[in-house]
C-alpha cells in the first residue's frame, strides 16, 4: 500500500546498486489487501483497492507456503528463494535481517538498503 500512497525516491540509485528490481507479491498479502478494501474506511479501502490493481497489473504474484504467519511465510520464501524483501515493518525486517535476507525499506521516501552485514556479503 505504502507504494500506492506514497511518491517513492532513490529507486534508480537502488537499482544502481543492486540490480534491476523485480517485485513479487506473496498471494497472501494479495489476500491481506482483499480484506482491507472489503473491511476499512473509504480512504484506505481505495488505496488497498489500487495497490491490487497496481499489483495485479505491473508485478508478478506467487504462491507461498501458508503458515498461520504471514512473516513467517514471507521469510520461508525469502530464505528458500535467496530473494531480497521489501516491507516497512520494523519487525518484520529484524526478522528477515536475523535469517540474512536482504532488505529494502523506506526511510523519509527513499528506498534504502536495510543489511548492510549481508549486502557486503554480496559485493565481495
Not at 41 to 61: D, H, Y
Request: hydrophobic residues 40%.
Amino acid at each position: 500500500m505504502v507504494l500506492v500512497s506514497t511518491p517513492i525516491k532513490q529507486v534508480d540509485k537502488v537499482e544502481a546498486h543492486l540490480g534491476k528490481l523485480n517485485f513479487l507479491i506473496p498471494d497472501i498479502v494479495m489476500v491481506e489487501l482483499k480484506r482491507l478494501e472489503e473491511s476499512t474506511g473509504p480512504k484506505r479501502s481505495m488505496i488497498a483497492k489500487t495497490a491490487i490493481e497496481i499489483s495485479n497489473s505491473k508485478f508478478k504474484v506467487v504462491k507461498v507456503t501458508k503458515t498461520r504467519d504471514v512473516d513467517d511465510a514471507i521469510i520461508e520464501y525469502c530464505v528458500s528463494h535467496g530473494c531480497t524483501a521489501a516491507t516497512i515493518d520494523t519487525d518484520l525486517r529484524r526478522r528477515l535481517i536475523s535469517n540474512n535476507v536482504l532488505v529494502i525499506t523506506l526511510s523519509k521516501n527513499r528506498l534504502m538498503v536495510a543489511n548492510p552485514r549481508h549486502e557486503e556479503q554480496l559485493w565481495k
